[in-house]
C-alpha cells in the first residue's frame, strides 16, 4: 500500500514539474533535481534511522537483558533474536528494547515529516488545469496571429531569422 501510495506522490511530482516550467528544457532538468533529492533524501534518511536504532539499542539493551551485550544484538539482527538465548525472560526484555528503539527511528521521521509539512506551506499553490488551459490559449493566440500576418512562427523560422539578422550585422559592419 505505502509503495503505491509513494509512487503516486512521485508522479505527481513529475505532473507539478511539467507545470511550472515553460520551456521544455527547463523540465528534464527540474525533474533530475527532484529525483535527486528524493532520493538523496532517502539515504541521508536511511543513515540517520540506523544510527538511532543502533544507539537505542546500545542504551536499551542492558536495561532490558543485561545478559546479552549490545554488539550481540546489534549484529544478529531484529529477526534472530532467539538464536541468542533460550531463556523467554531474556528474549521478552530484547524485545522490548527493539520497541523502544524502533519507536525512537519512527518519532524522528514523524518529526521529519511535520517539518516538510511545514516547509510545503510557503509553496506557491498551482491550478494544473487553469495552467493548461492558457497555454493553449496562448498557443492559440500566437498561431492566428502568426498566421494573419502571414509568418510562420515556428522556432525553428526565428532561429533562421536571428542568424540572418546575425549575418546580415556582421556584413554591414566590414569596411
Do not use: W
Amino acid at each position: 500500500m505505502f509503495r503505491t501510495f509513494g509512487a503516486d506522490l512521485r508522479t505527481s511530482l513529475s505532473t507539478a514539474i511539467q507545470a511550472i516550467f515553460d520551456d521544455e528544457s527547463d523540465v528534464f532538468i527540474g525533474n533530475a533535481i527532484a529525483t535527486f533529492a528524493t532520493l538523496a533524501g532517502g539515504a541521508i534518511g536511511i543513515s540517520i534511522g540506523e544510527n538511532i536504532l543502533v544507539g537505542k539499542l546500545i542504551s536499551e539493551v542492558p536495561k532490558y537483558a543485561d545478559a546479552i551485550s549490545p554488539q550481540a544484538v546489534i549484529e544478529s539482527g531484529a529477526l534472530n533474536l532467539q538464536a541468542l538465548t533460550s531463556s523467554t525472560a531474556v528474549l521478552y526484555g530484547l524485545r522490548q528494547a527493539y520497541g523502544v528503539a524502533i519507536s525512537a527511528v519512527i518519532i524522528c521521521a514523524t518529526v521529519s515529516i511535520c517539518f516538510s509539512v511545514l516547509a510545503t506551506l510557503g509553496m506557491q499553490r498551482l491550478n494544473l488545469k487553469v495552467i493548461s488551459r492558457e497555454r493553449e490559449v496562448n498557443k492559440q493566440t500566437n498561431q492566428s496571429a502568426a498566421s494573419s500576418s502571414g509568418i510562420v512562427a515556428d522556432q525553428e523560422d526565428l532561429d533562421n531569422l536571428a542568424m540572418a539578422d546575425l549575418g546580415r550585422q556582421k556584413i554591414e559592419a566590414l569596411p
